[in-house]
């Protein structure tokens, strides 16, 4: 960023005076473009969230450190108790604990709207006459970009650790496919959010509210068959289950149909439900 | 292209708006014709902010109508869009991003390709004198030149319409000149220009009519002289030598112009209205017998003027209370509308 400030130093300030010529060659109005095309709004916009990283580098910092904390931490506190060895517990626990860290860091999506609304940016975006969706679709985009750098992360970790997928690269590949996909999806959920609550700590605590029980209460950390019955249950029907299922399976060379099944449908119902109420939202503000 | 400068930009009836309790409008009405800059003027929390994002689509009035260049805003907010800009009172740009990124990021939503929205970019930068800074972000900008990004961003696509809302509020009295010098450009070229402020010399200055507005309804509209004169035609300002005198002045004025005078807080200026009801003669001719009566009481006159009632005037007149408002009430606003 020292690029950024150097022109600001050393040089003395030169007054403006605003000049008619050349504010007349500005305003003389020029042939009007066409409208963008829904994609290349969208695009447009995820191009923002490229620039807003290149410029705010420290916000890779939660698809970074955090992940590498949390396999860190969970693998050596549970590796001994719950399987023979830290080792032998990754080998179940990492498709697991990506997942976790993954669909929590989707939560950043609804703060970073609530942000930039904040700021007062949106009411430039939502006077211009683009596709409505496209400011939306084009962040969380941008957001994909940051899910797919944590997995890598996450699973370089793990290889460093000791984990040895049995379905290779093409597997580890399809499971991070999976990963992504439902967060994109998932993702949706927190863009509602950050449109209706007021600031970004509401958000903040709602996301953890929602995410803290979504990400425990399922087969992340534990098999759920020594579970009492009623939390079996909630464990079976969370999607997040369903998603760690059919993680495990792909990275592990297999393919679990029913949980596949189930997360495309949880995907399906995430962007029609909450993309839907947060189009009506973003409308309606 | 379809520049019209003729007829009425916006053209809206009775709306309304609430924030829960708040009532932000209560039955707006506003005619702004085209072509020219048109005031809106009120203190903090009188529902201009409202009133300008209800006009530019980013929020539904709850009721009454409103069109902007025939176009309803609520029915056909997309068709509104391609005609309107608008400058808010927060930053409109995002504060990340340097100025040539921003301005580019805006080029491509409107349809421009990369190369012709990077040239539109540097055309405007050069413009708006922010060519030094345009590989800095905007956040290290200062307050004018944020403005100054600000209005570059709104008029990408000259815009048919623009909005201005509050767009001097906080900046120093030279970057005030400049963002005048820039309306003043716009207005020229054929935009409309909607602009709201509390700063009552600003709407005199740049409008050529202006709706008094409080309490989420206009109160007054005209132009800037139909509304002075519809308060008292003028007012004598004066001055003194000696301070000790003013007491004096005072009596010899009220005794020639039988108006209340109104001593300043500077303990030699004083003022008096003249050319009201209740006289014979013309402001100018009150205010010559006034100066007359001043000189053979052997009083010292170092500065005499006779103007117009400034706005502040005229809005004290029309409301009955001053042109301020509360930190709260604004609060509530600025909440509100968002």
Excluded: C
């Amino acid at each position: 960023m020292s690029s950024d400030t150097a022109t600001s130093t050393g040089r003395a300030p030169t007054v403006y005076v605003p000049s008619s010529e050349a504010l007349a060659t500005v305003l003389a109005p020029g042939a009007r473009p066409t409208r963008p095309s829904p994609l290349s709004a969208s695009l447009t916009f995820s191009w923002r969230a490229l620039l807003k990283i290149k410029h705010v580098p420290e916000q890779l910092f939660d698809v970074t450190a955090f992940p590498i904390i949390m396999v860190l931490m969970f693998t050596y506190l549970f590796g001994g108790a719950l399987a023979d060895s830290p080792r032998d517990y990754l080998q179940f626990f990492l498709p697991g604990i990506m997942v976790t860290s993954v669909v929590m860091i989707t939560m950043y999506t609804g703060i970073g709207l609530n942000t930039d609304i904040e700021k007062g940016v949106f009411d430039r975006f939502r006077t211009l006459p683009v596709w409505r969706p496209a400011a939306l679709v084009g962040m969380i985009v941008g957001d994909v970009l940051r899910y797919v750098l944590a997995a890598l992360v996450i699973l370089t970790v793990g290889l460093v650790l000791g984990f040895r997928p049995d379905g290779g690269v093409l597997g580890v590949l399809a499971g991070i496919g999976l990963l992504v996909v439902f967060s994109f999806a998932f993702s949706w959920v927190w863009t509602f959010f950050g449109l209706i609550l007021r600031s970004e700590k509401s958000v903040m605590g709602v996301s953890m509210m929602v995410l803290f029980p979504l990400t425990f209460l399922s087969n992340v950390f534990v098999d759920p068959s020594t579970m009492p019955g009623w939390l079996q249950a909630f464990v079976k029907a969370n999607p997040i289950t369903h998603l760690v299922s059919s993680v495990r399976a792909a990275m592990a060379g297999t393919t679990d149909a029913s949980a596949m099944m189930w997360i495309m449908l949880w995907s399906v119902v995430f962007v029609v439900v909450f993309g839907t109420l947060t189009m009506y939202r973003y409308n309606r503000r | 292209m379809s520049r019209r400068t003729t007829g009425l930009a916006i053209e809206a009836v009775g709306l309304t708006r609430s924030f829960g309790e708040t009532r932000a409008l209560a039955g707006l009405d506003l005619q702004v014709p085209a072509g020219a800059v048109y005031g809106v003027l009120g203190p903090n929390g009188a529902g201009k902010t409202t009133a300008v994002r209800v006009l530019a689509t980013l929020l539904r009035p709850d009721g009454g109508q409103a069109r902007v260049f025939g176009h309803d805003v609520v029915a056909e907010a997309d068709a509104v869009r391609a005609r309107v800009s608008l400058t808010g009172q927060y930053a409109s740009v995002d504060e990340d991003l340097t100025g040539t990124e921003n301005l580019i990021l805006l080029g491509r939503l409107l349809g421009l390709r990369k190369p012709a929205a990077q040239q539109r970019a540097e055309q405007l930068l050069a413009a708006f004198g922010l060519t030094e800074a345009a590989g800095r972000q905007v956040k290290k900008y200062s307050g004018g030149m944020r403005r100054r990004i600000d209005i570059a961003a709104s008029i990408l696509n000259t815009p048919d319409l623009l909005f201005l809302d509050e767009p001097t509020t906080g900046l120093d009295p030279r970057s005030r000149n400049q963002v005048w010098e820039i309306i003043r450009a716009v207005v020229s070229h054929g935009t409309t220009v909607l602009l709201t402020t509390q700063y009552l010399d600003e709407a005199d200055k740049l409008a050529s009519r202006i709706a008094v507005v409080d309490h989420g309804r206009v109160i007054a509209e005209g132009t800037p002289g139909e509304l002075k004169s519809s308060v008292g035609s003028g007012t004598v300002h004066l001055r003194l030598r000696d301070a000790g005198q003013r007491p004096e002045a005072e009596r010899v004025l009220v005794a020639a112009l039988s108006v209340p005078v109104q001593l300043e807080a500077d303990p030699v200026a004083m003022t008096a209205r003249v050319g009201g009801d209740g006289s014979d003669l013309d402001a100018a001719a009150q205010a010559a017998r006034a100066l007359g009566e001043l000189s053979r009481a052997g009083i010292v006159v170092d500065d005499f003027s006779l103007g117009q009632p400034s706005l502040d005037e005229v809005f004290l007149a029309l409301t009955d209370h001053p042109a301020v408002a509360t930190e709260d009430e604004r609060d509530d606003e600025l909440e509100a509308a968002r």
